[in-house]
């Protein structure tokens, strides 16, 4: 009876976090393809900004591009933390768990995963001004797995320490005792 119970809680969180992948989906492509996101990159590229000329006084945005006598750097929807926090949201969503802890969740995971791009954001702007020949790498495979594996790990982050619902299939005693 508990594989079965523990089964239809993982076939139930599975269809879930789908589903809600599939939605954020189609959220992502009608902002990508519309204006409605443009200030949201231009945030970035200007927050970026603001913080690399504490520390260098060369850079200038314009929209949503940055540009130094070194490098230009063109922020995109896919530099922003959308996707990440599309991954984390959705699991977040299709976890068995309360409404508050789920909006709690969402907005710290969002937040967190806004700040991590940011030095992502950062750090290849600074690779690209001074190793542009290691851009690519860093860019298209080392920030892209490790803001991955960062957004699943703000999930179990926030399974273990903000969920205070038991496991599916099991007991509040079963709970209790581990």
Known sequence: MK????????????IYFFVSILISIVVYVWLRNSSAIEPFLGFNAQLATDIWN???NSA????TAISSSDF???????CTSIGPTAIFTSAVIAWPSTIKEKIKGIIVGAAALFIINLIRILTLFYIGSHFPNQLDLFHYYIWQGIIVLLALGLWVFWMDKMVQSPLPGISDNQAQAT
Request: charged share 25%; with cysteine; glycine share 0%.
């Open 72 to 78: 230009n750097f063109e922020v995109t929807a896919e």
């Open 60 to 63: 200038i945005v314009t929209n």
């Open 3 to 14: 594989l079965i119970r523990r089964t239809n809680s993982t076939a139930r969180f599975c």
């Open 54 to 56: 504490l520390f260098d």
